[in-house]
């Protein structure tokens, strides 16, 4: 099934496949660029890692390592439940920044390695998101994507970049977004 909207007369289509794995790829390997933008930082400055990668906005909110895990997370689990099987375990140890980084390429070949047809056919079907808590929400194939994992997603992706920037690395905007794409 495809998406699709009016704008000013134009009508736009999207498969629930490009606007999820279609958009959360690209920018999990902006992610992994952060990181390496990080690791370079570090290196320079003769800092441990660690000590970004602990770096929170506010004591209350997650760090920069957990905000990448967060990332990861909610790709697998939309994913997962967009194709109906069952998510890979993402492992929640306090990895480095080379773990970081595998742990993306995992949530890459993960989504993937989905078939698109099948993520598509789940736009009207009902999927229920667990959170941590054991707390669900229910949501269509098509809810889940627009209004919350896709939102989630950019939420811990733009705080582990701003956590950088806070922490002096030298981002720009262009490196949260990356390559311009067709």
Not at 5 to 17: F, N
Not at 118 to 146: E, M, N, W, Y
């Amino acid at each position: 099934m495809r998406l699709s909207g009016q704008y000013r007369g134009a009508t736009v289509t999207i498969s629930l496949h490009e606007a999820s794995v279609g958009v959360y790829v690209p920018y999990l390997r902006n992610l992994a660029a952060l990181l390496d933008h990080a690791e370079a930082h570090a290196g320079a400055r003769r800092i441990d890692p660690a000590v970004l990668l602990d770096m929170r906005l506010s004591p209350n909110m997650y760090s920069l390592r957990q905000q990448v895990g967060e990332a990861n997370r909610h790709v697998v689990l939309s994913c997962a439940l967009l194709a109906g099987c069952a998510p890979p375990v993402l492992v929640d140890a306090a990895p480095g920044i080379a773990g970081l980084k595998a742990q993306i390429a995992a949530t890459i070949d993960f989504a993937q390695g989905l078939p698109p047809e099948v993520i598509d056919a789940a736009c009207d079907r009902d999927v229920i998101f667990t959170f941590r808590s054991g707390a669900t929400q229910p949501f269509t194939g098509k809810s889940l994507i627009l209004t919350f994992s896709v939102p989630q997603f950019f939420f811990h992706v733009a705080t582990a970049y701003d956590i950088l920037r806070h922490a002096g690395v030298d981002l720009a905007k262009k490196d949260f977004l990356g390559p311009p794409r067709s």
